[in-house]
């Protein structure tokens, strides 16, 4: 049974920077493909990137349009964990961010996930 916790988010203004991260525990996350999603407000829960798993720490990555080019995610398999480097913040990037986990590569969906962490909110201020 995998655990994940993610923590790092915060108040932040407009252009500015958090870095998330997501610790886990129960398994190793080089032996899953992680992603992290978002839930803004009375909205469905969306995709925002992934990273394969790789026993060689070489992944692929993979991001949602509206945070490519701002946004990196990255692993690191002697922590355990798993980060999520957000830059020049907007206030739609307001929600609760959440980690999650599978095998045999990762998806778009969230109901194709098998472990989900408990999130962690991010508010942009204008």
């Known amino acids: 049974q995998v655990q994940l916790v993610e923590s790092g988010g915060g108040l932040v203004q407009a252009g500015g920077s958090l870095r998330l991260s997501c610790a886990a525990s129960g398994g190793t996350v080089s032996s899953y493909d992680m992603a992290w999603f978002r839930q803004a407000p009375g909205k469905e829960r969306e995709f925002v990137a992934a990273i394969t798993w790789s026993e060689r720490s070489v992944s692929s990555t993979d991001y949602a349009d509206s945070v490519k080019g701002r946004f990196t995610i990255s692993r690191d398999n002697a922590k355990n964990t798993v980060y999520l480097q957000m830059n020049s913040l907007k206030p739609e990037d307001t929600a609760v961010y959440y980690c999650?986990?599978?095998?045999?590569?990762?998806?778009?969906?969230?109901?194709?996930?098998?472990?989900w962490g408990q999130g962690t909110q991010v508010t942009v201020s204008s």
């Open positions: 999650a986990a599978k095998r045999w590569g990762y998806s778009y969906y969230p109901d194709d996930y098998t472990y």
